[in-house]
């Protein structure tokens, strides 16, 4: 597959791998969005209606 380059160590095995950004980078943007998504799965959220609160309030202190 061009545009990808394995690296290997001494003893041959694949320990890190170079990607061409400009071929393959919104594939990897993609695959990267879905990692961060996946790491996130348990944490607990919070309502629009508390985000906006809590927004309006940082910024009328700053005001």
Same mark, same amino acid.
């Given at each position: 597959? =061009?545009?990808? &380059? /394995?690296? =290997?160590d001494g003893k041959g095995r694949k320990v890190a791998? &170079? ?6 980078? *919104?594939?990897?943007? $993609? /695959?990267?969005?879905?990692?961060? @998504? #996946? @790491? ?6 919070? @309502?629009? #209606?508390?985000?906006? *609160?809590?927004?309006?309030? $940082?910024?009328?202190?700053r005001g």
């Amino acid at each position: 597959m =061009t545009g990808i &380059q /394995f690296v =290997t160590d001494g003893k041959g095995r694949k320990v890190a791998v &170079q990607i061409n950004l400009k071929r393959y980078g *919104a594939v990897l943007e $993609d /695959f990267w969005d879905g990692l961060i @998504s #996946e @790491s996130r799965r348990h944490e607990k959220g919070i @309502s629009y #209606e508390h985000y906006r *609160a809590k927004r309006l309030k $940082d910024h009328r202190q700053r005001g």
